[in-house]
């Protein structure tokens, strides 16, 4: 082969492998089979899962907000390490959404799988759950500050 020739195949495979290295996010959750990465009950409700993403790609998935809260704060993954927090939309089961961009509905309406009864949802609908279901709205900053400091 001539040096032109080899360029080609070995420029095509550092594109694709260019294209394997995206940025970390949220994988699918296996309902109903994947464990909780901090109390070890299986992940079944779609409404509340949560997965943590590290800046190396690896996914820690929740079975509540709750969950992912206290072990983004005392878990084995340094604050360094964390790449980003998802957590899913109460409104889409399923539909994970940044946790820093979430507003959360603490509410006795709903009962969660740990009994964290956190409900997230868009910032743009925090107001209208609130008003159908009752209870406080809450960050992302101050759901961790109390997992720091628990009650």
Not at 38 to 45: A, E, K, N
Not at 131 to 137: F, H, I, K, S
Request: overall charge negative; charged content about 15%.
């Amino acid at each position: 082969m001539t040096p032109a020739r080899l360029r080609r195949p070995a420029a095509a495979l550092l594109g694709a492998a260019a294209l394997a290295c995206g940025t970390p996010g949220p994988i699918p959750i296996a309902f109903g089979e994947a464990a909780c990465d901090h109390c070890h009950m299986t992940i079944v409700d779609q409404r509340f899962a949560a997965e943590l993403v590290t800046r190396t790609g690896k996914v820690y998935a929740f079975d509540d907000a709750g969950c992912l809260a206290t072990f983004t704060v005392i878990g084995p993954v340094g604050p360094e390490q964390v790449h980003s927090a998802w957590v899913t939309d109460f409104r889409l089961p399923g539909t994970l959404i940044p946790a820093q961009d979430a507003i959360f509905l603490r509410t006795d309406a709903v009962h969660t799988p740990m009994s964290s009864n956190l409900l997230a949802v868009p910032r743009a609908v925090g107001d209208s759950l609130q008003a159908a279901l009752g209870g406080t709205l809450l960050d992302w900053a101050q759901i961790l500050a109390e997992a720091r400091d628990p009650a």
